[in-house]
């Protein structure tokens, strides 16, 4: 295990990464996918004499990710273990080097969960230093700000939530786990999901370091680790790359609908103290986004000693204009007249990106199958018109704790596979408090899709969900998968957006820049392409090239080839914060987001 974190450790090294490159068929195309979940090794000469051996480990319960669900069911896991005098090795791995490292969000944090599953977290020192003050929301036209009144029971109510950066909060969660005994392996990317004979699943596998850009092996090669489990908990948040390969391996979502997301951008200010209100939480709807694409932003001001506030915009990924930017949309909108005045004489010190769920109830997928459970965000069951989710990941890792050690303690347990099949883990949810939240608000997100667009949502939450609670007989259907609705170029008007001002505004890479991320530049990229021919054909000749505007972090560019004629797409993989928006997004669903080599990606400080 020393070996495989060092090797996390030494793949964290500052990269110097170059481009991959694709040309128009009609001009030699260079290879660009090099990564081996699709260019199989077995079929490459290279890895011929190459030892693919890998060491494993044997453990009870194995979870995959730690953010707010995988350690919360890790803790409860732990927490039963010790009341009832039980042996149980429970194991978590985490892609950051450090645990919250890759933990983005708002965040207000509303505090349910965190009393049921540590009620002393108050003695215990827990970063959740400043309680909600007030409430402010805001409807924008382009030059104005109009005042929403948030009446209690409405979705923004946020008496009793506390703003808190959620990557401290996650690293506090971190170290309560620690002290209960789990085991908490950061640095541990995981690649790979290993299933017994039966079709069962068996454990993971995490990634191999020392391969090289070209998909060669390098002299510094070593497998990676195998981690044998009865349950592996998928607790990776949205879009996990492995909930992927499950939802297809074991057809997870067929009774339930597509998925849906936003995109959310963050940014941490440091603003003049005269304007510094300890606990406020501000939302605005409106400007500058039109009312068919559905948005917002916050801003929430901290309470931790210096005058921060943490800023953001969240865009649903379902809009159908290619030309939007949400990186800009974000970065006009802090110049609305009744927003700049906070930012003036202020200083923008982090940027980040996430995508997240907004399917709620009608695109929950089946959460538990033999051998493996699925929690958190990773199945998606945040609140959308709340805007939070963390609460209800957190009981959801719990009550799979639960329904865990119940299964493995019970002495007349008999599996029909070899990978033990958690199948109360479901009804539980069904029988929680997440379950009748995320069932009150299931139509407010979809109610958007009206000829009203925005005005239709304000409507809906405003009568429908205030009156009847989520009690109305109909449930409305998000229409389709993101990616569907994005229109052909042709049909769309470009965005002129203004340039930025270096002061309030700023352009993309000076952005990505504070985000810390950092990839190994000597590797596969880790954003691959089922085929090579599509980017320009598909995506540039029909939508405009969209994952150039989309993508919060510069990744994708279309840049003209030596001729001057043709384009080439240029992939800057090194600067990917792992936000997942281009696998959503793209419209051919050419591109496969997996994880690179261990170390790789942003270092969010406290975001």
């Given at each position: 295990m020393a070996a495989l974190l060092g090797n996390a450790l030494r793949a964290g090294r500052f990269a110097r990464a170059g481009v991959r490159l694709f040309t128009t068929n009609n001009v030699a195309t260079p290879k660009i996918t090099t990564h081996w979940s699709v260019v199989p090794r077995d079929q490459d000469a290279r890895w011929k004499d190459v030892d693919m051996e890998r060491v494993s480990d044997e453990v009870d319960?194995?979870?995959?990710?730690?953010?707010?669900?995988?350690?919360?069911?890790?803790?409860?896991?732990?927490?039963?273990?010790?009341?009832?005098?039980?042996?149980?090795?429970?194991?978590?791995?985490?892609?950051?080097?450090?645990?919250?490292?890759?933990?983005?969000?708002?965040?207000?944090?509303?505090?349910?969960?965190?009393?049921?599953?540590i009620p002393d977290w108050k003695d215990r020192g827990a970063p959740l230093h400043t309680p909600v003050t007030e409430d402010k929301f805001y409807f924008l036209t382009e030059k104005y700000g109009i005042p929403v009144p948030i009446l209690p029971g409405l979705p923004m109510h946020n008496t009793g939530n506390y703003v808190v950066r959620l990557g401290n909060f996650v690293r506090w969660l971190g170290e309560q786990a620690e002290e209960l005994e789990v085991e908490v392996y950061p640095g541990c990317p995981v690649t790979e999901v290993l299933y017994h004979e039966d079709g069962s699943v068996k454990g993971v596998a995490t990634s191999d370091v020392g391969i090289g850009k070209d998909g060669a092996p390098k002299d510094s090669f070593e497998r990676g680790m195998e981690f044998h489990s009865k349950v592996v908990i998928f607790a990776e948040g949205c879009h996990g790359h492995l909930a992927k390969q499950l939802y297809k391996q074991l057809d997870l979502r067929q009774s339930c609908e597509p998925q849906t997301y936003a995109i959310g951008l963050k940014e941490l200010w440091e603003i003049d103290p005269a304007k510094h209100r300890p606990g406020r939480v501000e939302h605005t709807v409106g400007w500058p986004l039109n009312r068919h694409t559905y948005g917002g932003s916050f801003v929430y001001h901290l309470g931790e000693g210096e005058p921060l506030i943490a800023v953001g915009y969240v865009i649903g990924l379902d809009y159908s204009n290619p030309y939007i930017s949400p990186f800009k949309e974000f970065q006009r909108w802090k110049h609305h007249p009744s927003v700049r005045p906070t930012f003036e004489g202020g200083k923008r010190i982090a940027y980040g990106a996430r995508a997240l769920n907004e399917g709620g109830y009608q695109s929950i997928p089946q959460l538990a199958f033999p051998g493996g459970c699925l929690i958190g965000c990773s199945p998606g069951f945040m609140n959308v018109p709340k805007i939070k989710g963390t609460h209800n990941a957190m009981k959801s890792g719990m009550i799979c704790a639960e329904a865990i050690f119940d299964k493995l303690t019970d002495e007349n347990l008999q599996s029909e596979t070899q990978g033990v099949f958690v199948d109360d883990y479901e009804q539980r949810m069904r029988d929680s408090w997440v379950w009748k939240e995320i069932y009150s608000v299931r139509n407010v997100r979809p109610s958007f899709?009206?000829?009203?667009?925005?005005?239709?949502?304000?409507?809906?939450?405003?009568?429908?969900?205030?009156?009847?609670?989520?009690?109305?007989?109909?449930?409305?259907?998000?229409?389709?998968?993101?990616?569907?609705?994005?229109?052909?170029?042709?049909?769309?008007?470009?965005?002129?957006?203004?340039?930025?001002?270096?002061?309030?505004?700023?352009?993309?890479?000076?952005?990505?820049?504070?985000?810390?991320?950092?990839?190994?530049?000597?590797?596969?990229?880790?954003?691959?392409?089922?085929?090579?021919?599509?980017?320009?054909?598909?995506?540039?000749?029909?939508?405009?090239?969209?994952?150039?505007?989309?993508?919060?972090?510069?990744?994708?560019e279309y840049v003209p080839m030596e001729d001057g004629k043709t384009m080439r797409l240029q992939i800057n993989a090194q600067n990917c914060v792992h936000c997942k928006t281009c696998d959503i997004k793209d419209p051919s669903q050419n591109i496969n987001w997996v994880t690179p080599e261990a170390g790789g990606g942003p270092a969010y400080n406290g975001m």
């Open positions: 319960v194995c979870i995959v990710g730690a953010g707010p669900a995988g350690l919360s069911a890790a803790i409860r896991l732990k927490q039963l273990a010790q009341q009832q005098d039980k042996e149980l090795r429970v194991l978590v791995l985490e892609k950051a080097v450090e645990v919250g490292l890759h933990t983005l969000s708002g965040a207000c944090l509303e505090p349910h969960a965190l009393d049921e599953l899709h009206s000829p009203l667009g925005l005005y239709g949502t304000l409507m809906y939450t405003g009568v429908f969900y205030y009156l009847f609670r989520g009690k109305e007989p109909w449930t409305f259907s998000h229409g389709g998968a993101d990616y569907k609705r994005l229109k052909p170029a042709s049909e769309c008007t470009p965005i002129e957006y203004p340039k930025p001002d270096n002061k309030i505004s700023f352009d993309l890479l000076s952005s990505v820049a504070l985000s810390g991320t950092n990839h190994e530049g000597d590797q596969p990229a880790h954003l691959t392409l089922m085929s090579d021919e599509v980017p320009v054909n598909q995506n540039l000749g029909i939508y405009d090239g969209p994952e150039q505007r989309f993508c919060p972090a510069g990744v994708y």
